[in-house]
């Protein structure tokens, strides 16, 4: 199989050997399909929520526990391991037993540390460790996507997952209202009520969701068939785009808050708009993005958006004026990931055999969420001996137009190639 499709390739069977959509239940009557994506939309929103309750409150834990800034990054960054490598695991059981049976799951596996953290964390290493398990909700992506991708025609699943993947809004939703839950109702209320949902979700999906008709368990075990699909070149180019595309997202969503009190002496509450601001406008393009790839191909799609985020973060180092210099960056850098992840996941979906859709969604998934776990660790250090934030943006810099390059030479050569 070849790394990715010719540009202008109808990414159907004759590209990627999956079987015929009918095979893989995409042709199912619209009413169907749009029911699936709305609930597994829901699911990925309240899981994404729970994964990122912490930080928003960064500030606010370090203030209370007496931590650095680098151990502030640190328990920001935590939760975002375990959704990230859990999600090589997760894909390859959804890929086994359906949607209907893990969304479920990993809901109720959320809940558990969602309130220990809310309730009994109180101390450096009791948040390290709530955190960590917390991340379970970000495994929620490895879920969905194949389980999208089951359900819509090949023409179409690029606007399909970009709509999927506005369940990143689970960010924004937490970045708009933990603070100011915390404010009026006292620091546990946020985990309490998110614990809440999680489980009325997790019921919900039980008695409502529906795998697409004709989907198969493929035959191997888990590390035979993750290891199968580690050998497919497209993994590996893939992983590296969107963990620039994805990671930049989830570094920004969750250490925006920190970067904008420190960088420009803003308020918790006011930072936590902002932050909210910068993901709800990527995740309204990332849809943006797999419409796009839909319209062409995703390989000029994701070029141009790692272009326009380099300029953008090389703007953003310069640390203008918040307004407008500063806003205007950060709200390019947003849109621009944003449809860059929709575009990856489009990509996915042209590339990947039917019966290993999860198992690649795990791993392209896994290495974004990792591409979002260092940048704040980097962030905090650069900040913690220099005082500002500079050569951290730089660096951004410098990953995203380097990503551009690689996927407009060696991944689009492997597409000529084929």
Known sequence: ??????????????????????????????????????????????????????GPL???????????AFQVSVAVAVP?????????????????????????????????PTLFVGLVANSFPMLLLGGFFLGLGGTAFAVGVPFVNAWFAPQRRGTALGIFGMGTAGTAVSAFTTVHIVDAFGRPAPFVLVAVLLAAYAALARAALRDAAGRQAPAGSLAARTLATLKIPATGQLSLIY??????F???SV?????????????????????????????????????LSDRWHPIP?????????GAAAALAAAELQLLPAGTVAFLVLAATLGAASGACFALVSKVAP???????TGIVGAAGGLGGFFPPLVMGLVYGRTGDYSLGLVLLAIAALGTAAFTWWPVRRAARAA
Request: with cysteine; net charge positive; aromatic share 10%.
């Open 1 to 54: 199989m070849s790394a990715v499709p010719s540009p202008g390739g109808d990414g159907g069977a004759g590209t990627s050997g999956r079987p015929a959509p009918e095979a893989t239940g995409t042709q199912a009557p619209q009413g169907p399909q749009t029911r699936m994506l709305a609930l597994a939309t829901l699911g990925f929103l309240l899981n994404f929520w729970a994964w990122s309750l912490i």
């Open 243 to 248: 963990a620039m595309g994805f990671g930049g």
């Open 301 to 309: 799609v994701l070029t141009v958006c790692f272009v326009v985020a």
């Open 80 to 112: 975002v391991i375990v959704g990230s490598l859990g999600r090589i695991p997760i894909g390859a059981l959804t890929d086994r037993f359906g949607a209907r049976v893990m969304f479920p799951a990993v809901s109720v596996a959320t809940i558990v």
């Open 354 to 360: 039917a019966d290993k859709v999860g198992s690649v």
């Open 250 to 252: 989830v570094a920004f």
């Open 255 to 291: 250490y925006l808050p920190t970067y904008l009190i420190n960088a420009y002496d803003l308020t918790r509450g006011d930072a936590a708009l902002r932050t909210a601001g910068f993901v709800v406008l990527a995740v309204v393009a990332r849809p943006v993005g797999g419409w």
């Open 58 to 68: 960064g500030n606010l834990y370090g203030e209370a526990l007496g931590l650095t």
